[in-house]
C-alpha cells in the first residue's frame, strides 16, 4: 500500500523550497498567499503548505524531493479546475490540500499542431482557448472542454466531456502518450506500448500517479462544424426533452447534443435580455448537415421561438459559450443516467418551476452513447452504457445564504437517482466525491496498485483516491 503522509496534522517545514526553484513559491504567512491558493470554485477553500510554479522539469524535480524530505505531498491544479474539500470523517479529498505543494503549471506552454498527424503536443499549463485558436481554419477539431479557461491537461487526465464526445470519445480517449515526471524525478514520454499501466491510470485518474508536462492528443477531422442553439418555451420542455429521448438511442454518432432548463435569477450580473426569465435551450454541434437533420423531431414536437443552426467552427463555438471565465463560487451536482423516462422528464421540470427551486439556474442534460459506447483505448475513466449526463448549478450570489441551493442539488439528485449508471466522470465530481463514483472495485483495485508501483513513498497527493 502507498504511504499516507502529511496525516498527523503537523504541517511540513517547506521553508527552503523558495530557494531551491527558478519559479515562484509562496508559503503561508506570505503576503499573496489567499490569492494563490484559490481554486477555481471559491466555495472550495483549501490551505496548501506551500503554492509553487514550476518554471522548468528540474523545478519539478525539487519541488518532488521537497516533499519527499518533509513529509509534504505534491497535488497539481494547472488551472484550479477540480478543487474539492475536506472528506466526511476526515481526511482531505483534494481541496483542503493541507501537508500539500500545490503546483501551477502555467510554465509548461508548448504547444505544437501537426496537420498530417493529426496531432497536438500540449503542455500542462496551456488552457483550451488557446489550443482551438491554433487551430482555428485548419479543418482539425480536438475534443476540448466546454469552458476555454480550463486547462487542456487537467480535463483530459480527468475524463473529459466535450461537445464532441459522442463523435470522438471521452477527452482521455484523444490521449496518445504523455510526457510524465515520477515521483523519483524521472522525467519521460510514455504511452501505451511503452507503459500500459501508466496510460490507463492517466485516462481519467492521472494527477495519481506522476506530474504530466505536457500531452499527444489526438485531433478530428472536421473541415466544417455544423450547429447551433434554438430557444423553446419553459412550457415546451416536456415535449422537446421527450422527443430527445426517443431520438438518442438511434441518434447519429455525429450528432451532440445538449438540453438545458434555464431558470435565469433577477440579478444584476444576468444579461438584461434573459434576466428573471426561464426558458429551454437546445444547443447541438454536428459533424455534418446531415446529422444535424436528426433535430427535426424536436422541432416537430415544439416549435422554437428564436435560434438558428447552420455551418460553425470549433472557435465560434467557443466564443458563444456561457461558461463562466472567471472565478467565482457556486456549488453542483451531476449524475449520469441509464435512463430518462417520461415520468422523470415531467417530475423534472415541474421540479425546476417550483418557487423554492429558485437556487438552480440551470439544470443541463447531454446526450451520451455513440463513440461512447465504444471507447479505442482502456483508461480509468468510462460513460460506456449511460445515455444522459446531468449537470446543475446553483450560483453562490454575494449574502444569499448557501442552504437552499443545496437543498436544490439533493432534491434533483434524489429525483434522478432512480436512473443513475453506476459511473460518473472524474471531472464531474462534487466537493466532497471520491473516485468511487467513477470506477468499478476491481478499476479503483487496479489504480491502487498501479499507483503504489509507481509512488511507494506516497509523495504524490492521493487525490479522490477514496482510502
Known amino acids: 500500500m502507498t504511504a499516507h503522509r502529511a496525516a498527523t496534522g503537523a504541517r511540513p517545514d517547506l521553508s527552503a523550497l523558495p530557494a531551491a526553484l527558478d519559479g515562484l513559491v509562496t508559503l503561508p504567512g506570505d503576503a499573496d498567499y489567499d490569492a494563490e491558493r484559490l481554486p477555481w470554485n471559491l466555495a472550495v477553500d483549501q490551505r496548501p503548505a506551500a503554492i509553487a510554479h514550476p518554471a522548468h522539469v528540474d523545478d519539478l524535480r525539487a519541488i518532488l524531493a521537497a516533499a519527499r524530505d518533509s513529509g509534504a505531498t505534491v497535488a497539481v491544479?494547472?488551472?484550479?479546475?477540480?478543487?474539492?474539500?475536506?472528506?466526511?470523517?476526515?481526511?482531505?479529498?483534494?481541496?483542503?490540500?493541507?501537508?500539500?505543494?500545490?503546483?501551477?503549471?502555467?510554465?509548461?506552454?508548448?504547444?505544437?499542431?501537426?496537420?498530417?498527424?493529426?496531432?497536438?503536443?500540449?503542455?500542462?499549463?496551456?488552457?483550451?482557448?488557446?489550443?482551438?485558436?491554433?487551430?482555428?481554419?485548419?479543418?482539425?477539431?480536438?475534443?476540448?472542454?466546454?469552458?476555454?479557461?480550463?486547462?487542456?491537461?487537467?480535463?483530459?487526465?480527468?475524463?473529459?466531456?466535450?461537445?464532441?464526445?459522442?463523435?470522438?470519445?471521452?477527452?482521455?480517449?484523444?490521449?496518445?502518450?504523455?510526457?510524465?515526471?515520477?515521483?523519483?524525478?524521472?522525467?519521460?514520454?510514455?504511452?501505451?506500448?511503452?507503459?500500459?499501466?501508466?496510460?490507463?491510470?492517466?485516462?481519467?485518474?492521472?494527477?495519481?500517479?506522476?506530474?504530466?508536462?505536457?500531452?499527444?492528443?489526438?485531433?478530428?477531422?472536421?473541415?466544417?462544424?455544423?450547429?447551433?442553439?434554438?430557444?423553446?418555451?419553459?412550457?415546451?420542455?416536456?415535449?422537446?426533452?421527450?422527443?430527445?429521448?426517443?431520438?438518442?438511442?438511434?441518434?447519429?454518432?455525429?450528432?451532440?447534443?445538449?438540453?438545458?432548463?434555464?431558470?435565469?435569477?433577477?440579478?444584476?450580473?444576468?444579461?438584461?435580455?434573459?434576466?428573471?426569465?426561464?426558458?429551454?435551450?437546445?444547443?447541438?454541434?454536428?459533424?455534418?448537415?446531415?446529422?444535424?437533420?436528426?433535430?427535426?423531431?424536436?422541432?416537430?414536437?415544439?416549435?422554437?421561438?428564436?435560434?438558428?443552426?447552420?455551418?460553425?467552427?470549433?472557435?465560434?463555438?467557443?466564443?458563444?459559450?456561457m461558461e463562466p471565465t472567471d472565478p467565482s463560487p457556486s456549488r453542483g451536482g451531476s449524475i449520469a443516467l441509464e435512463r430518462l423516462d417520461e415520468a422523470m422528464i415531467d417530475a423534472l421540470f415541474d421540479f425546476h418551476a417550483r418557487p423554492e427551486q429558485a437556487p438552480l439556474v440551470g439544470v443541463t442534460l447531454r446526450m451520451l452513447g455513440g463513440a461512447l459506447d465504444d471507447p479505442r483505448r482502456p483508461g480509468f475513466a468510462t460513460l460506456e452504457g449511460a445515455r444522459w449526463l446531468s449537470m446543475a448549478l446553483a450560483p453562490m450570489f454575494p449574502g444569499a445564504p448557501p442552504e437552499p441551493g443545496a437543498a436544490s442539488l439533493a432534491g434533483l439528485d434524489a429525483l434522478l437517482r432512480p436512473g443513475a449508471s453506476a459511473r460518473l466522470l472524474p471531472t464531474f465530481l462534487e466537493e466532497h466525491d471520491t473516485l468511487e463514483r467513477c470506477g468499478t472495485a476491481e478499476a479503483l483495485e487496479r489504480l491502487r496498485a498501479i499507483r503504489a508501483a509507481a509512488d511507494p513513498d506516497g509523495v504524490l497527493h492521493e487525490g479522490r483516491l477514496p482510502r
Open 77 to 321: 491544479q494547472p488551472s484550479g479546475h477540480g478543487a474539492g474539500g475536506p472528506r466526511a470523517g476526515g481526511g482531505d479529498a483534494g481541496g483542503a490540500l493541507e501537508g500539500a505543494i500545490l503546483v501551477r503549471t502555467g510554465a509548461f506552454d508548448r504547444l505544437e499542431i501537426d496537420a498530417d498527424a493529426r496531432t497536438a503536443v500540449i503542455g500542462a499549463g496551456v488552457r483550451w482557448g488557446a489550443v482551438i485558436e491554433a487551430l482555428d481554419g485548419s479543418g482539425l477539431a480536438v475534443p476540448s472542454g466546454t469552458n476555454r479557461g480550463v486547462s487542456a491537461a487537467g480535463y483530459t487526465l480527468g475524463g473529459g466531456h466535450s461537445w464532441l464526445s459522442r463523435s470522438a470519445g471521452l477527452g482521455a480517449q484523444s490521449l496518445r502518450a504523455a510526457w510524465i515526471v515520477r515521483p523519483d524525478g524521472t522525467h519521460e514520454r510514455v504511452d501505451d506500448a511503452s507503459d500500459p499501466d501508466t496510460m490507463w491510470a492517466l485516462r481519467g485518474a492521472g494527477g495519481t500517479v506522476g506530474v504530466v508536462t505536457a500531452l499527444a492528443l489526438d485531433l478530428i477531422e472536421a473541415p466544417t462544424l455544423w450547429g447551433g442553439a434554438m430557444m423553446f418555451a419553459v412550457e415546451d420542455g416536456p415535449a422537446v426533452l421527450r422527443a430527445l429521448a426517443e431520438l438518442a438511442d438511434e441518434a447519429p454518432a455525429g450528432l451532440n447534443v445538449f438540453v438545458s432548463s434555464m431558470r435565469m435569477p433577477d440579478a444584476p450580473m444576468v444579461p438584461a435580455e434573459v434576466r428573471g426569465t426561464s426558458f429551454v435551450a437546445v444547443e447541438a454541434v454536428a459533424l455534418s448537415e446531415a446529422d444535424l437533420g436528426a433535430l427535426d423531431a424536436v422541432r416537430a414536437a415544439a416549435e422554437p421561438r428564436q435560434g438558428r443552426m447552420g455551418p460553425t467552427s470549433q472557435a465560434a463555438i467557443a466564443a458563444a459559450s
